[in-house]
């Protein structure tokens, strides 16, 4: 059984209802299994690899299914070292015509907008917080790649609710029930891995914020 995408996920509520004729209502049991999901489980940090364009002063994120940013690092492209762009409020702050390396970001709907076009394609690492949102632009997330049972147990559970099946609902209403606290308590517990680090020694290798120029 192949559980790795947006697709297969669509070919196996047919496939696990016997049902050929719920192809269309697939992508609304998706949807709300999701709506479930993100009450239910909290938002894990991600980290995207992004390319900039030539010439152009955005990038489409509309694929990582972004709840939040959190940092953007630019990579220098001389030495691989990755510097810390400055996160503003989209529309406050002035958008310059000439090409250059960007030193301001900010989120603008499913884009990232710098403060210039860059001069050079260059490559960006993206911290955000990812929200469970499969799409064709989207096909996959950390929820379905690291727990496709409980992906597919909350769709098909609205599978059921919409067949009026209340067993079939239930059996895996009660997956859900089982499953999800433990899926809690170990993104919990990565979190205080995080927060119990020395502040002191926090500071030691921390990524100089980027100024507008390469030495």
Request: overall charge negative.
């Amino acid at each position: 059984m192949a559980l790795t995408n947006y697709s297969d996920l669509q070919t196996q509520v047919a496939n696990w209802m016997a049902r050929s004729d719920l192809t269309g209502e697939a992508v609304d049991f998706i949807t709300l299994g999701e709506a479930h999901l993100n009450r239910e489980i909290p938002a894990v940090e991600m980290d995207a690899t992004l390319a900039g364009v030539v010439d152009s002063r955005r990038i489409d994120i509309a694929a990582q299914s972004m709840e939040r940013p959190i940092a953007l690092f630019l990579i220098d492209p001389s030495s691989g070292d990755e510097v810390m762009l400055t996160q503003k409020t989209d529309g406050t702050f002035p958008y310059a015509a000439t090409s250059s390396c960007p030193s301001l970001w900010a989120i603008d709907g499913t884009n990232i907008d710098f403060d210039c076009p860059l001069d050079q394609a260059y490559s960006f690492r993206f911290r955000f917080r990812q929200k469970f949102s499969l799409s064709d632009s989207a096909p996959t997330n950390w929820l379905l790649t690291n727990h496709p049972d409980v992906y597919l147990a909350a769709v098909l559970m609205w599978g059921g609710v919409f067949t009026r099946n209340s067993p079939f609902a239930s059996n895996f209403s009660a997956i859900l029930e089982r499953v999800i606290p433990s899926i809690k308590s170990a993104i919990a517990q990565s979190k205080r891995g995080v927060l119990t680090v020395d502040p002191a020694l926090s500071a030691i290798g921390r990524r100089p914020v980027y100024d507008g120029q390469f030495q």
